[in-house]
């Protein structure tokens, strides 16, 4: 059996009260969005809920465009009848026969939107019920915890039953919560802290820092391919290119010592404040997970997240690595993160970064760096930026002031 219709039920947004209306727009936005290359759906819109009208298409299609749409709790295929008791009987007959494996218990829970409707819920919960059973030889009925539950929902015009529910991404629509600046890198963690991040509602802007010709052109594609595989939750993405070599190599020429870690990220999250203060974005996200690496532990992100100006939005902070590679892989930012391209954060590493370092001892360190304002100003200033888009399109600003 082919499903012909699409139940949609969304997600956490419908805790938000008298914003409801504004979040269901912008969910029912990003739907319309991943289903555009399907221009012959129909939408109805209900409270919580969106009914899409597949007319041909792919069942398959459309729910793999939907998994790429936050504020979304789950989608059902459904099928339509008549609003018909005998009609609504055999099609519900036919959906319990057509379930991949045979359940031992069932249910129905009818739902009469449709007041004319002859047949009030309860009494369709037995008439569909005892139908069902008399076609299926050996099932019981569970009104507890049955096996499938099959919803019948009498409406205006037609009747529709479905038995199946998919996860959907949940979280709230895109840009309902603000907007942050992901900073990028080439690894496992920033990656799914940017989905996170955006499955809150977070509208993103990315920085990637590159130490050319330390670090090799495909080092940066790898990262614009984590950046496009994001863009598909979004449509596109803006992404800023930091030129970090000149600041890297300065800093490593003045100091080699335990605290070159710490000095590197304070530097970073120095440049990333500005551009975020330039696009008028309200935090930085980060992919720390406390205790992974010696930047990591609590004293050394008290020591480089210090320089901020902005919130800093870490939600790996209490995740462990097997959780981690688990949403990477879901998404499909795992297989490009372990391509073996080397990023900045791995040059010029001492033999034994500091885990414990003391934010007085970095200050002064930096305070002998009289160079590294004007060069953090100049790599801010220089930025390169690219609008990443889902469709591999690409758009390029520059920053050079």
Not at 25 to 39: D, E, N, S
Not at 229 to 236: H, R
Not at 288 to 312: C, D, F, K, R, Y
Request: one cysteine or more.
């Amino acid at each position: 059996m082919k499903p012909d219709c699409l139940l949609l039920k969304l997600g956490e947004l419908t805790l938000k009260g008298r914003n409801r209306s504004r979040f269901e727009k912008a969910v029912l936005r990003q739907i319309r969005r991943v289903l555009a290359p399907f221009p012959d759906l129909r939408y109805i819109s209900e409270f919580g809920r969106v009914y899409v009208e597949l007319r041909g298409v792919s069942y398959e299609a459309a729910a793999a465009a939907l998994g790429r749409v936050f504020g979304l709790a789950s989608f059902s295929p459904a099928y339509t009848a008549p609003l018909e008791l005998e009609a609504v009987r055999e099609l519900a007959l036919q959906i319990m026969l057509a379930l991949p494996k045979r359940p031992a218990t069932f249910k129905i829970n009818a739902r009469r939107v449709n007041k004319t409707f002859p047949h009030d819920s309860q009494q369709m919960n037995y008439l569909v019920g005892g139908y069902v059973l008399e076609g299926c030889p050996g099932l019981t009925v569970d009104v507890h915890r049955p096996e499938v539950e099959l919803r019948v929902e009498l409406r205006e015009e037609r009747a529709l039953l479905y038995a199946e529910s998919v996860e959907g991404a949940g979280g709230f629509p895109a840009g309902s919560s603000g907007k942050a600046l992901l900073l990028l890198s080439g690894g496992i963690d920033s990656p799914v802290a940017g989905w996170l991040a955006m499955r809150k509602g977070l509208e993103l802007e990315m920085i990637h820092f590159h130490s050319y010709p330390y670090t090799s052109e495909r080092a940066k594609l790898k990262v614009l391919d984590l950046a496009r595989q994001l863009a598909g939750y979004a449509e596109s993405v803006k992404m800023h290119l930091v030129s970090f070599t000149e600041v890297q190599t300065a800093i490593h020429a003045a100091y080699k010592e335990n605290l070159l870690v710490t000095l590197m990220r304070r530097a970073m999250y120095r440049i990333a404040g500005l551009v975020a203060e330039r696009e008028g974005l309200q935090a930085l996200v980060t992919g720390e997970s406390l205790g992974q690496v010696a930047s990591q532990t609590l004293p050394s992100l008290h020591a480089i997240g210090n320089v901020a100006q902005l919130p800093i939005l870490q939600p790996l902070m209490m995740m462990d690595k097997k959780e981690i590679v688990r949403i990477a892989e879901r998404i499909g930012t795992f297989p490009i993160s372990i391509l073996p391209y080397e990023d900045c954060c791995t040059l010029f590493l001492p033999p034994s970064p500091s885990t414990n370092p003391n934010l007085r001892v970095v200050e002064k360190i930096e305070s002998g760096m009289a160079f590294l304002p004007e060069l953090i100003q100049r790599a801010a200033a220089q930025t390169e930026t690219l609008i990443i888009r889902s469709d591999q399109k690409e758009e390029r600003e520059h920053h050079l002031l």
